[in-house]
């Protein structure tokens, strides 16, 4: 599938056939269900195709990171079931105009923030063990939902939405097997095979962000200190979901994966480990 819109395709195609919801048990459902998941294996993304990056301007902070093995699982809360025989009954979340995956700016600015519960671990990416890691948390996410303060703190720094900025194949299917709830026999109880969508390894992904320098007392943290930040919390937190089991891992494009040298964003390793 090379010139349909995924969103539509996924949302409104995917399950527009009457026989299928008639019948959702029938080995021709499965069949269909099947041939269109294909179909979302095989999508391949052009440049024409992919979400244009935001202006200089407006998003001055980016960096690129690339998924790993398994792949990047978001968007698996929104609803896309209907009980199909081999449906791909988890969501996932597409660009209404495009048609392609991004990530939403609200997932980037949750996965951020989650790190922040790890006060040492914010302290070593900065290199500064005097920083009050709760204030420069709120500084640039806002005061929390918990806040019950009557003046709330609005965040200085604006998140954007991440988006696929290669070309080719992006989508696979993927499986997850659950078993039915049962205390006594667990080990006994019947599989309950679920395909889902997931975002491929080797995509790359376009985070940007629109940051401003922290300053409090004698510590400052420059927009671009805090962008390093970012980056290595989400290679080493992942993002989307699943992230326990090894989704949503990501890497940096332009380090080699086995020297941890610099390298070309487009060939797997270094010319020295290439070499060997």
Not at 20 to 28: C, E, F, G, V, Y
Not at 192 to 204: A, C, E, G, K, S
């Amino acid at each position: 599938m090379t010139t349909k819109n995924l969103n539509y395709f996924y949302y409104v195609e995917y399950c527009d056939d009457p026989q299928m919801i008639l019948h959702t048990d029938s080995d021709a459902t499965q069949n269909k269900l099947q041939r269109k998941n294909g179909e979302l294996d095989n999508y391949s993304a052009s440049a024409c195709k992919l979400m244009k990056p935001l202006n200089e301007n407006i998003a001055p902070n980016h960096f690129e990171l690339r998924t790993a093995y398994p792949g990047l699982l978001v968007g698996t809360g929104l609803p896309h079931s209907f009980g199909g025989k081999g449906e791909a009954a988890l969501g996932l979340t597409l660009d209404y105009v495009t048609g392609m995956p991004y990530i939403p700016s609200s997932s980037v600015k949750g996965a951020l923030r989650s790190a922040f519960v790890h006060i040492d671990y914010i302290k070593e990416l900065l290199k500064s063990a005097d920083i009050d890691v709760a204030d420069f948390e709120t500084s640039i996410f806002g005061s929390s939902h918990s806040d019950k303060s009557e003046s709330k703190i609005q965040g200085s720094d604006i998140f954007f939405d991440a988006i696929i900025t290669s070309t080719g194949k992006i989508l696979d299917t993927d499986n997850i097997t659950s078993h039915r709830h049962n205390k006594d026999l667990l080990e006994l109880a019947a599989p309950n095979p679920i395909t889902m969508i997931r975002i491929r390894p080797d995509v790359t992904f376009k985070f940007q962000f629109q940051l401003t320098d922290y300053e409090k007392d004698e510590i400052k943290i420059s927009a671009e200190q805090k962008l390093g930040l970012f980056k290595q919390i989400l290679i080493d937190l992942g993002i989307g979901a699943k992230t326990n089991v090894g989704y949503g891992t990501m890497i940096d494009p332009c380090i080699c994966p086995k020297c941890g040298g610099k390298k070309s964003p487009a060939y797997p390793t270094c010319q020295s480990c290439s070499a060997r």
